[in-house]
């Protein structure tokens, strides 16, 4: 493997690139008219526009970059995620093209692809599920009986797809039916398949994935676990690995299953194994994602390993270089995803500007990133700016580490979600991990937000307020030389 296509673009386009580089492998990014300017169109070894703006006339273009990664001599294709990273079809293609897909192959992607499908797959391998139907709902009327048998509430979910698209909760008979026709005419329209299921709605769950590494000789590995359960509109805010509630042993039993999971669908490449997981740490297979996943980092710091790089040593063919004994948890990651999304605005999307932009450094911090001062965030993409990582010996460690950083971490001109971050990391339930995925639901209102901005005229006022009702009688008063410090001076 001499040089490789990247059908993605920013902060994961970049994140490939680099490691690619000290592979001493060439890379090709392909870029919509939008990202011209873009880092990873720099950084490449060369670079091809596919389309405008649009995914669905770029990014999503599947036989044009194809054709792209033919023309520029290159001999695989790495997907990121997002974007063609799950379609098997086009995975399908790529291999018929004489190319190497850094992947999965396409038969792994359509049975996890498919909800119903994946459980029917691992049901074989006794991994445990949330009880439910395993087949499409097609009949009303039995579903409303299969729901009253598990017991209300019920979840109805979409078959294919993700991100909580598709997906009603359902509190009683009444209200089953319109549940129903939403969620199917939702996920018809998200994904052009209205199949759902039903299962029992686990009600504040955590939710826990298993990182897992496959070769294509049959070795399967599991790297250890990711909790993500601080989450807004069943999309991540704050990852981290390991999780603060595991026992040694539910780890184990939990990694076991990944790996059965894995070797229910022939699974080869770097993939992610999700369950719910109950207060007394029973846990549920929920879904695998057969891709790399956007908080992988995490599972790095601990590990050791360079995910990207196993993806691709992999898809030469090589074996694993070690086995499950080798891998050890070693200190802590946290990963707050840094969106351009204004938390006091039900977080929805605030794209502009970057007008100031400044990195937080040091010792444990690491931030992926595609963006410098000045740029635009696109409109037409996921609004996310970058990934903040930090890496300690304990969990502790980890989060003071991740509240200086985003002190340090300077953006102007757009709304981000920075300070949700900082909320998180000071908030009592999150150091104590006694939190679950309704972690925003329980404890966030966005006017908490006030007292943690950095607003220095109620900071100053504060302070002075203060120092007044401590010294009656004496005169406050700013030093000239335009420091911060305050000086005390008695009346004469």
């Known amino acids: 493997m001499k040089k490789i296509l990247i059908a993605n673009r920013g902060e994961i386009a970049l ?47 599947g ?38 897909f850094v992947g999965p192959s396409a038969e792994s992607m359509e049975t996890m692809g498919s909800k119903i499908g994946a459980k029917q797959a691992v049901s074989q391998f006794n991994v445990p599920l949330v009880p439910g139907t395993q087949e499409a709902l097609r009949d009303v009327a039995e579903a409303k009986r299969i729901a009253n048998g598990i017991g209300y509430p019920v979840l109805v979910k979409a078959s294919a797809g993700g991100g909580g698209k598709g997906m009603r909760i359902v509190n ?44 294509q000789h049959g070795n399967v590995v599991y790297l250890f676990e990711r909790e993500c359960s601080i989450q807004r509109r069943h999309q991540k805010l704050v990852e981290e690995a390991p999780s603060s509630c595991l026992t040694p042993e539910v780890r184990k039993k939990m990694g076991e299953a990944a790996v059965n999971v894995a070797k229910a669908s022939n699974y080869y490449g ?30 790095e710091q601990i590990v050791g390993l360079d995910l990207v790089k196993e993806q691709i040593r992999i898809a030469r063919g090589e074996k694993l270089g070690y086995t499950q004994e080798d891998l050890k948890i070693k200190g802590h990651a946290l990963e707050l ?4 999304e204004d938390p006091m605005n039900n977080f ?50 980890a989060i003071s580490r991740m509240i200086r950083a985003i002190a340090d971490y300077k953006i102007s001109g757009i709304e981000t979600t920075l300070s949700f971050g900082s909320f998180v990391m000071h908030h009592e339930a999150f150091i104590k991990g006694d939190f679950d995925t309704n972690f925003i639901q329980k404890y966030f209102e966005p006017e908490m937000l006030k007292i943690n901005r950095p607003d220095l005229s ?32 008695r009346k004469q």
């Open 15 to 61: 994140r490939v690139m680099r490691t690619a580089k000290e592979m001493g492998i060439k890379t090709v990014a392909v870029f919509s008219e939008a990202d011209r300017k873009a880092l990873h169109v720099r950084y490449a070894d060369e670079a091809v526009c596919i389309g405008p703006p649009p995914s669905s006339q770029s990014y999503l273009l």
């Open 63 to 100: 036989d044009k970059i194809i054709d792209v990664a033919i023309e520029t001599g290159a001999d695989a294709i790495h997907p990121g995620y997002g974007f063609l990273s799950e379609n098997a079809n086009f995975a399908r293609k790529v291999k018929a093209a004489g190319l190497i």
């Open 172 to 215: 009683s008979e009444a209200e089953f039916e319109e549940a129903i026709r939403m969620a199917q005419s939702e996920a018809l329209a998200s994904f052009g398949d209205d199949a759902v299921f039903i299962e029992k709605f686990v009600g504040s769950p955590k939710h826990i994935e298993i990182q897992i590494l496959g070769d």
């Open 270 to 299: 770097a993939g992610t194994v999700e369950f719910l997981v109950d207060h007394e740490l029973n846990f549920y297979f929920l879904e695998m994602n057969t891709r790399l996943q956007v908080e992988h980092p995490v599972t």
């Open 337 to 340: 995803r840094v969106c351009a």
């Open 348 to 397: 929805l999307p605030d794209i502009g500007k970057l007008v100031s932009y400044k990195l937080p450094q040091g010792y444990g911090v690491r931030v992926d990133d595609s963006f410098e001062e000045g740029m635009d965030i696109p409109i037409q993409y996921d609004p996310m700016i970058a990934k903040l990582i930090t890496f300690g010996s304990s969990r502790e460690e």
């Open 458 to 489: 109620a900071i100053a006022a504060y302070s002075a307020g203060d120092l007044f009702s401590q010294h009656e009688g004496k005169e406050v008063k700013v030093l000239e030389n335009g420091s911060s410090n305050w000086q005390l001076k």
